[in-house]
């Protein structure tokens, strides 16, 4: 089982991205999808999730207003969008599966470096 | 929240073992037993190794193993071999805004 994610993005200051996360197998039904991101020289920071049956989010305040997460059930993908980017935006997105056990991510993207330069 | 704090590296020969620690506060590790690790070679996506504390999924060798003990998590690679040369992080589960929280990771070698 893979989670495909898209390439590499170049934006500018004040601009917008958008990172999709495909599963290779129907792996997403019934689970929360989960974005995570690393900033260089530092460690993962946790942005949110997604339902992926429901499509409810839940993000942490730092991207409240800034983020959105959506999903299409019928090709097993799930996106994220993060808007008004900034140079401390330029990290590596990961989408991540969240276990059954709850409180970890059994299912990783390889990352999506998002580099924000003017 | 500031991240959970990891020693920035560890190391060990071929066979020995390394042990990994990630102190948060009792708001964090010290509140839950929801603390996992994740092994993570650069470019490729990182792999859950324990959970839970001390629970392994299915596929990772039993020479992985997870400990807690107040406010710090400890995860020992036992018997070292060079695929295990990657880095580590911990992560725990708060619960509340911001649900998870990351350590700062750790870069392992195997000399």
């Known amino acids: 089982v893979q989670l495909v994610q898209s390439q590499a993005e170049v934006r500018k200051p004040g601009a917008s991205v958008k990172v999709s996360c495909q599963a290779s197998?129907?792996?997403?039904?019934?689970?929360?999808i989960h974005w995570v991101r690393q900033a260089p020289g530092q460690g993962p920071e946790w942005m949110g999730r997604?339902?992926?049956?429901?499509?409810?989010?839940t993000f942490t305040q730092k991207f409240q207003g800034r983020v959105t997460m959506t999903r299409d059930r019928s090709i097993n993908e799930a996106y994220m969008e993060l808007s008004r980017l900034t140079t401390d935006d330029t990290a590596i997105y990961y989408c991540?599966?969240?276990?059954?056990?709850?409180?970890?991510?059994?299912?990783w993207g390889q990352g999506t470096l998002v580099m924000v330069s003017s | 929240q500031s991240a959970l704090t990891q020693p920035p590296s560890a190391s060990g020969s071929p066979g020995q073992s390394v042990t990994i620690s990630c102190t948060g506060t009792?708001?964090?590790?010290?509140?839950?037993?929801?603390v996992s690790w994740y092994q993570h070679h650069p470019g490729k996506a990182p792999k859950l190794m324990i959970y839970?504390?001390?629970k392994r999924p299915s596929g990772v060798p039993d020479r992985f193993s997870g400990s807690k003990s107040g406010n710090t998590a400890s995860l020992t690679v036992s018997g070292l071999q060079a695929e295990d040369e990657a880095d580590y992080y911990c992560?725990?589960?708060?619960?509340?805004?911001?649900?998870?929280?990351f350590g700062t990771g750790t870069k392992v070698t195997v000399l």
């Open positions: 991540a599966r969240e276990s059954d056990f709850d409180d970890s991510f059994d299912y």
């Open positions: 197998e129907d792996i997403f039904t019934g689970y929360y």
């Open positions: 997604i339902n992926f049956n429901g499509g409810g989010t």
């Open positions: 009792s708001n964090d590790v010290g509140a839950y037993n929801y």
């Open positions: 839970e504390v001390n």
């Open positions: 992560c725990s589960y708060l619960g509340s805004d911001p649900r998870y929280l």
